[in-house]
Structure formats: C-alpha cells, structure tokens
C-alpha cells in the first residue's frame, strides 16, 4: 500500500522478486498454518518518489505473534550460470544477472535500502512452534523513515488452525561438507572455534528438516579432482603399526552428541570408496612412529589386500562403537557415491568387503542404474528423481530419491532461476509415492567443481560455471554462522506439505487425501507431470488445511 512514495505489495513465499520485473506479483494477503508449522511471505516494495536511493527504511513487525516473526531482507547475488543451454521452459530467466536468495538479517542500525525504480523484498517468518492459540493473527509489517515517519505498511492475515503438524517421517539429509566451513572460516579442522561453527550450521539444518547428517569418519572422497585432495576432517582416529591399526571414537562421539542436541536423529558415515566407481580408497590419515601420515588415496587400489585389511579391523571396532553408543539403528554407511554400469563390478566387489561386516546396517547410495538393485549389489538405492520409473516397478521397499545438477529439465529442482513452486512440488510427490528418504548433496558445497579451489558463495554461485546456481548449496556463510537461502526455507515448506498430507490421512484415509491431491487435475502427479502454478500449490494447501480445520473443530 502506497503512501509516501515507497510502493508496497503483499506476496507469497513462493514469488521471487527481481529488481528489473515490473510488478511485484500477484497479491497474497491471507493464509492459514498449523500449530508448530513455520509459515513465510514477503513484502515487495519500490521506491518511486526520487531518483536517489532511499537509505535507512526502518521494517518491523507489529502482531500478538511479534515474538515468532521474523523479518529478513531477501538479498541478490550473481549468476552466471543460472541454467544449461537446453534447459525445459519452466524457469523464470535463463540469461545471467542478479538473482533473490539470501536471506538477510536487517541492520537495526542501517535499516533497508530502497533504490529508485526497483523491487525488492523483506521477507517474513511466523515460527508457530510450541504456540497453543487458534485464531485469526493479523501481522502488519510497518515501513518508516529513519525520523520514524510512516512509509507504508501491509497487513497480512494468518489464520491458525487447532491442529499441530506430525513428526516427520521422512528421513532427509543435504550434505554438510565439514571442510568448507574450516576453509572459509579459516580456522583449524576440529579445533574449538570449528567445532562451534560446525553445530550452529547443524542447528540451522535440523530446524528445517534435515534430520540426518553426513558424517565424516574420513575425508568425505566427494567431488575431488583425481589425484586431488579436499582438506581434511576426520573423526576417527587411526593409529597404524605394521598391518595393525587402533581406532579413538571420542571425536566421533562428540559429533554424535552435538548432531543429537540440534535435533538430528540418523548418521550417514561418508563413503568408504572413492565417487564414481569404488577404485580407490579414501584418504585415510594416521599417527605411525609418532607422526601423522596418509595411509590410503587415490594411490590406493580399492581392491588390495591392503585396504581390506583396514577394513577389517576397523569396521568390527566402529560398529561395537556405535551399539555401545546406542545409534547402530540409526546409521547409515555408504559405499560409492554416483556408480554407472560401467561400475558395476568394481562396485560389487566393494560391497563385498563391507557386507561381511554390516549385517543389519543400511548401505545406500545414489546411482540411477536398477541394475545394481537387481543383481543385489545394493540392498537401498537411491535413484534420482527422473530416473524413479524401474526402481518404483521394481518395488524397492522404503524407496529414496535425490536431485542434483543432471535434474532440470521435467522435474523439481531449486535452482535459482526455477519457479519456487517447481522447489515446493516436491512435498507432493514425496507423500504421493510414499518416498522414504531424500538426500541432497549441497547443503554448504562452498568449493569449485572438483574442489580445487575454495569461493565466495556470494559472488560464485555456481560452482565455478560447473552447476546450475543454486545446486551447490542452500546455505551462506555469514559471520558467525549461517544465512538462509529461499530455497532452503520453500523447501522445508514442501517438508511441511508432506507432513500436513500425513496428517490429513490419518483423518480421512490415504485414497481420500489422494483424491484430494488430484482433484480437478486432467491427468495423475508424477515427477516429471504436475501442476506447475504457484496459485495451485497455495491452493492446494489451503484445500488440505480446510480438511483437516474440518474434522479437527468437529
């Protein structure tokens, strides 16, 4: 609502507003939530009373929920690679320039900037966790000078309803990559200030429904040039003697223990054979005659005698552990990440070593092949999303699914320049095939493809032209821990979805909630064929609050 010259509109979360667009996007001024849900929108505003920038705005929020709100200003950062050249035509861009993402705390000092002509974006956070009211909540974002002047102000509705979101179900981890966070926060690998850092980027995680963490009992062997080599982080420690090697767990013990504090549940321990094939060994580090030495690499044959005697002494030791612990039947290994058919002996022959000693524990990896399935190399794989269709008719039990770069064209993604909506979609189709876990693997990936050389998230945002913006992390890093992205916080939104569909389920039955879903669709959601409106997903979640409102005031 316009006032004084500051122009202003009500949004949902699932706009993306850019400087140079010509209007905010359609209005959203109302909404409802669950208790315990997390519930976002934006106001746009453009400055069109002068030709110079308007400096030190003043926003806060005004609502008997002004305790949960949150108020951030949704930042631009640069893109030059927002998409491959054969991209579908569901993105809101596809040419390089300045793209909404961060989320950005507001200087109580500085304020906002509102620079002549263009749109930009504050956006808001309702967290209803722990709230026992039911009710409709106006929030009015108020705007003001740096005299307090009124510039504008919006008022958005929120309507809660006496009903609180499920646990999740859904098992989800987005790789945290320990070693980016030593990098650029220059300091020591597992020192203190590490340590610190570590869980703060963990908390964040947890409280957007990751709840699984991938832990590097060896430096993670992950996009790493071959040959090369990531920094390293290793929580078990080694000591080697001949053919004889002793393992400490303390460092692993007090990874446990702060992932179990911020809220995770389950462990995936990083692959034991190096990416794409299984060849070689993991770079493995420990104290022999006094002094700290590589034992294992790229140098390594994954098939040697060597090796399988590492493993054999360390795999029975770190199991004990881990029932000592009481976390075996939350833990998760994995063997290779990303195999192909041209693996697939190697793979095998890998999974062998690791069989012998794992019964009981769950060996996961992505791979798109149902090869590997079939022939029993991998007991949970974890295809990815467009490769779904042979693993969903094969009937793996407890099915996973992942997405990185390769997926852009039919299926969701949260690439900087997609749709939100293509982001949030996914929740649907998670409930829809009753998916069991999804796994991501750029929670903060702050490196070049091949980690050959550290960046600066907020002015590469692609990996070094390598991946779409927005593959290779959901996370930035700010000064003393991290910032937010959209797509981190649409994404939990999709998390919520899924639980509400539980929830509604458990209410009216799943062929009811199912027909629900599709209702008025002219043909079934899959992952490649679904909705592709923002109108219709809030739409859709409206419909399930109604339902579940429904039966809850009955």
């Given at each position: 609502?316009?006032?004084?010259?500051?122009?202003?509109?009500?949004?949902?979360?699932?706009?993306?507003?850019?400087?140079?667009?010509?209007?905010?996007?359609?209005?959203?001024?109302?909404?409802?939530?669950?208790?315990?849900?997390?519930?976002?929108?934006?106001?746009?505003?453009?400055?069109?009373?002068?030709?110079?920038?308007?400096?030190?705005?003043?926003?806060?929020?005004?609502?008997?929920?002004?305790?949960?709100?949150?108020?951030?200003?949704?930042?631009?950062?640069?893109?030059?690679?927002?998409?491959?050249?054969?991209?579908?035509?569901?993105?809101?861009?596809?040419?390089?320039?300045?793209?909404?993402?961060?989320?950005?705390?507001?200087?109580?000092?500085?304020?906002?900037?509102?620079?002549?002509?263009?749109?930009?974006?504050?956006w808001i956070t309702v967290d209803?966790?722990?709230?026992?009211?039911?009710?409709?909540?106006?929030?009015?974002?108020?705007?003001?000078?740096?005299?307090?002047?009124?510039?504008?102000?919006?008022?958005?509705?929120?309507?809660?309803?006496?009903?609180?979101?499920?646990?999740?179900?859904?098992?989800?981890?987005?790789?945290?990559?320990?070693?980016?966070?030593?990098?650029?926060?220059?300091?020591?690998?597992?020192?203190?200030?590490?340590?610190?850092?570590?869980?703060?980027?963990?908390?964040?995680?947890?409280?957007?429904?990751?709840?699984?963490?991938?832990?590097?009992?060896?430096?993670?062997?992950?996009?790493?040039?071959?040959?090369?080599?990531?920094?390293?982080?290793?929580?078990?420690?080694?000591?080697?003697?001949?053919?004889?090697?002793?393992?400490?767990?303390?460092?692993?013990?007090?990874?446990?223990?702060?992932?179990?504090?911020?809220?995770?549940?389950?462990?995936?321990?990083?692959?034991?054979?190096?990416?794409?094939?299984?060849?070689?060994?993991?770079?493995?580090?420990?104290?022999?005659?006094?002094?700290?030495?590589?034992?294992?690499?790229?140098e390594t044959d994954a098939a040697?005698?060597?090796?399988?005697?590492?493993?054999?002494?360390?795999?029975?030791?770190?199991?004990?552990?881990?029932?000592?612990?009481?976390?075996?039947?939350?833990?998760?290994?994995?063997?290779?990440?990303?195999?192909?058919?041209?693996?697939?002996?190697?793979?095998?022959?890998?999974?062998?070593?690791?069989?012998?000693?794992?019964?009981?524990?769950?060996?996961?990896?992505?791979?798109?092949?149902?090869?590997?399935?079939?022939?029993?190399?991998?007991?949970?794989?974890?295809?990815?999303?467009?490769?779904?269709?042979?693993?969903?008719?094969?009937?793996?039990?407890?099915?996973?699914?992942?997405?990185?770069?390769?997926?852009?064209?039919?299926?969701?993604?949260?690439?900087?320049?997609?749709?939100?909506?293509?982001?949030?979609?996914?929740?649907?189709?998670?409930?829809?095939?009753?998916?069991?876990?999804?796994?991501?693997?750029?929670?903060?990936?702050?490196f070049s493809q091949y980690s050959?050389?550290?960046?600066?998230?907020?002015?590469?945002?692609?990996?070094?032209?390598?991946?779409?913006?927005?593959?290779?992390?959901?996370?930035?890093?700010?000064?003393?821990?991290?910032?937010?992205?959209?797509?981190?916080?649409?994404?939990?939104?999709?998390?919520?979805?899924?639980?509400?569909?539980?929830?509604?389920?458990?209410?009216?039955?799943?062929?009811?909630?199912?027909?629900?879903?599709?209702?008025?669709?002219?043909?079934?959601?899959?992952?490649?064929?679904?909705?592709?409106?923002?109108?219709?997903?809030?739409?859709?979640?409206?419909?399930?609050?109604?339902?579940?409102?429904?039966?809850?005031?009955?």
């Amino acid at each position: 609502m316009p006032t004084t010259g500051l122009e202003t509109q009500l949004l949902s979360s699932l706009e993306k507003v850019f400087p140079d667009q010509a209007s905010a996007g359609p209005a959203w001024e109302r909404g409802t939530a669950l208790r315990d849900e997390v519930y976002s929108f934006q106001v746009a505003y453009r400055w069109t009373a002068s030709s110079r920038a308007l400096r030190f705005v003043r926003v806060r929020a005004e609502s008997e929920l002004a305790g949960r709100v949150t108020v951030r200003s949704v930042g631009l950062v640069p893109s030059e690679l927002p998409i491959y050249a054969d991209h579908d035509g569901d993105v809101l861009r596809a040419s390089p320039g300045l793209y909404p993402d961060p989320l950005l705390p507001v200087d109580a000092a500085e304020g906002l900037v509102a620079p002549p002509g263009q749109w930009r974006a504050v956006w808001i956070t309702v967290d209803l966790g722990g709230f026992a009211g039911a009710g409709v909540y106006p929030i009015r974002i108020r705007f003001e000078d740096e005299a307090g002047r009124e510039l504008a102000v919006e008022t958005f509705e929120l309507d809660v309803i006496p009903a609180a979101l499920p646990e999740q179900k859904l098992i989800h981890t987005e790789w945290l990559h320990a070693d980016c966070l030593s990098v650029h926060y220059g300091v020591e690998p597992l020192s203190e200030a590490h340590w610190a850092l570590l869980e703060k980027y963990v908390r964040a995680a947890a409280s957007h429904g990751i709840n699984m963490i991938l832990t590097p009992l060896f430096t993670p062997p992950l996009d790493t040039k071959v040959g090369g080599e990531r920094p390293t982080v290793q929580l078990v420690e080694v000591k080697a003697s001949g053919g004889t090697y002793t393992f400490g767990f303390d460092r692993l013990r007090r990874w446990i223990g702060m992932c179990e504090r911020a809220g995770v549940r389950y462990f995936e321990f990083s692959h034991l054979f190096t990416q794409w094939g299984a060849a070689h060994a993991p770079k493995i580090v420990a104290e022999q005659d006094g002094r700290a030495v590589k034992l294992f690499g790229w140098e390594t044959d994954a098939a040697g005698a060597e090796y399988e005697r590492f493993l054999d002494q360390l795999l029975p030791a770190l199991t004990a552990f881990l029932k000592e612990r009481d976390i075996a039947g939350r833990s998760y290994f994995h063997l290779s990440d990303e195999p192909g058919l041209a693996h697939l002996e190697s793979y095998r022959a890998a999974g062998m070593r690791l069989r012998k000693h794992l019964d009981g524990f769950p060996i996961m990896d992505a791979l798109s092949n149902v090869e590997f399935y079939e022939r029993g190399y991998v007991k949970q794989p974890i295809p990815a999303s467009d490769h779904l269709e042979p693993f969903l008719d094969a009937g793996v039990p407890d099915l996973w699914t992942y997405y990185c770069c390769s997926q852009y064209k039919d299926v969701s993604n949260r690439f900087f320049c997609f749709p939100s909506a293509r982001n949030r979609i996914i929740g649907v189709q998670l409930y829809k095939f009753a998916v069991a876990g999804f796994l991501h693997w750029g929670y903060n990936f702050w490196f070049s493809q091949y980690s050959v050389s550290a960046i600066d998230p907020f002015r590469v945002t692609d990996a070094g032209c390598a991946f779409p913006s927005g593959d290779a992390f959901v996370v930035y890093p700010g000064p003393d821990g991290p910032i937010e992205s959209i797509r981190l916080e649409v994404f939990y939104e999709a998390l919520q979805d899924l639980r509400a569909l539980q929830l509604l389920e458990s209410l009216i039955g799943r062929e009811r909630t199912l027909r629900l879903l599709e209702d008025g669709l002219g043909e079934p959601i899959t992952f490649k064929r679904y909705p592709r409106e923002a109108k219709w997903l809030l739409g859709l979640r409206e419909r399930i609050n109604a339902a579940i409102r429904q039966r809850v005031e009955k």
